[in-house]
């Protein structure tokens, strides 16, 4: 992993790869398919039924089952190993069912259950959630396998097959009915890095997460060539130009005494020349993501920070330049791990958090890059590009954006079903070799239309990152 070649600033307007257009929604064979496809993973772990459950935050699983997302409300999806499966819905949420292409074309049953309502909402018209579990043929023999949002090893909790995340009233009602032991935790079939079904991602799945990541990247965009000294951090949000499309996480914007709150939003300050700046925006399966100084040269930063570009952002630009080659398929994710790990040590990089993990409809999937990982990279994985530094010197930076990896037929495919989306991922790899010279894998499609751009100093947009020729 001996570096060969040397970061260097280069400015350039940045490339116009096109808007991405709304892609279909997906029809319900395609639903239909991962049912099946679920029902042989239960089938792998001897489960008579699978439990989904899902609400506002921790939809993602169900959604990608259904198409359905709760609004205000929690709900269950109900799959048996036969027979359509059965959605759980509150008051509201039964008016919204339409948005399911299975259930519109009749393959997916619905009952209501009011308790999943909002409090003193009516509660006079539905059964037990005991007797809606046991009308589904959940008693004495039935294996249940409960699908919310994280799955645990034995040790991060003991006896992890039995811990299980999603509300208590509706565990304890199907340990009531099937026995304690016979109820285990299986959100792994979608979520695992390895073998979970949320990971393999199908063309249909790479072209919604193409026009998502070109939305959020083209908001960052604007955000960067809209930001001037004194502006609220209230109108860069603006900037945005959010469309009303759902979000995955709440959008961050950190700045001056608040660049510290990695996780915060906007509160009213202003930009000034020489302070911080980090900023994202996520849609379902995408999030774009900088951070830098609001800043135009080197010498606008605290005098400590003033070789932020040669002696921080450059290193990370090209231990990431190193990162991209190795990403491909067969790729072991602890390869990852450790190229970061060796070029950009702890001491001065901070980087505490996974160097780059999966996305899918929810900003976090899971991760194969992690220390010692063996699990290899597979066709199919949506990677979030999220390796973030953190120092009290230099502040951060960031590349973050997102990416897939399809082999051949999978590649075939999209090129097949989306042809322009394909086109702007051929581009956008064109564009990572040539200007900054970047080696990926050519089963390496970039989402983002700003990828691997990485410019330090925000009043100066044009100015970034690049790798010298070999």
Not at 169 to 188: F, I, K, M, P, W
Not at 264 to 290: D, F, H, I, Q, V
Request: proline share 6%.
């Amino acid at each position: 992993m001996g570096q060969t070649r040397k970061h260097k600033l280069i400015e350039i307007d940045w490339p116009n790869f096109g808007d991405a257009e709304t892609p279909p929604r997906p029809e319900a064979a395609e639903f239909t398919a991962r049912i099946n496809a679920t029902r042989a993973a239960m089938a792998q772990q001897g489960l008579t039924h699978l439990v989904v459950y899902g609400d506002r935050e921790h939809f993602a699983n169900l959604t990608y089952l259904t198409g359905f997302d709760p609004r205000f409300e929690e709900a269950l999806l109900i799959i048996a190993q036969t027979g359509k499966p059965l959605l759980v819905v509150g008051n509201e949420c039964e008016g919204y069912l339409t948005i399911s292409p299975l259930y519109v074309a009749g393959e997916l049953r619905y009952e209501r259950f009011q308790p999943f309502s909002l409090l003193n909402q009516p509660r006079n018209a539905s059964r037990f959630i005991r007797d809606i579990f046991a009308g589904e043929g959940i008693g004495k023999g039935a294996t249940v396998g409960c699908a919310g949002w994280k799955y645990f090893a034995d040790a991060e909790q003991p006896d992890g097959a039995h811990a299980i995340e999603i509300p208590a009233y509706l565990v304890d009602t199907l340990r009531a009915l099937a026995g304690y032991e016979q109820v285990v935790n299986a959100t792994s079939i979608f979520m695992h890095p390895e073998h979970g079904l949320r990971t393999f991602c199908s063309a249909a799945e790479i072209a919604y997460f193409e026009y998502t990541g070109s939305l959020a990247s083209d908001g960052m965009r604007r955000m960067l060539f809209g930001l001037r000294e004194g502006m609220l951090d209230y109108e860069l949000a603006q900037l945005a130009g959010y469309n009303g499309i759902p979000l995955n996480c709440h959008m961050t914007l950190a700045t001056g005494e608040n660049s510290t709150r990695a996780l915060t939003g906007p509160l009213g300050l202003r930009m000034r020349r020489g302070e911080p700046l980090s900023t994202n925006l996520a849609y379902w399966g995408s999030n774009s993501c900088r951070a830098g100084w609001v800043a135009a040269a080197a010498t606008d930063l605290p005098s400590a920070a003033q070789d932020y570009a040669e002696n921080f952002v450059g290193p990370y630009f090209a231990a990431m330049s190193e990162w991209f080659r190795l990403l491909r398929i067969g790729q072991a994710g602890g390869e990852l791990a450790r190229l970061i790990d060796e070029r950009l040590p702890f001491e001065k990089f901070g980087i505490f958090l996974n160097p780059g993990h999966l996305i899918h409809l929810d900003e976090w999937l899971s991760s194969p890059i992690y220390a010692g990982s063996t699990i290899p990279l597979h066709s199919g994985m949506a990677f979030q590009v999220d390796v973030i530094p953190a120092s009290s010197t230099y502040f951060s930076t960031r590349m973050e954006d997102g990416l897939v990896l399809a082999d051949a037929a999978l590649r075939q495919q999209l090129q097949a079903q989306f042809p322009a989306c394909f086109a702007r991922c051929q581009q956008r790899r064109e564009f990572m070799q040539t200007v900054l010279g970047i080696e990926i894998a050519e089963e390496v499609l970039p989402l983002s239309n700003i990828p691997g751009i990485v410019p330090p100093y925000f009043l100066r947009p044009n100015l970034i990152l690049a790798m010298e020729s070999a």
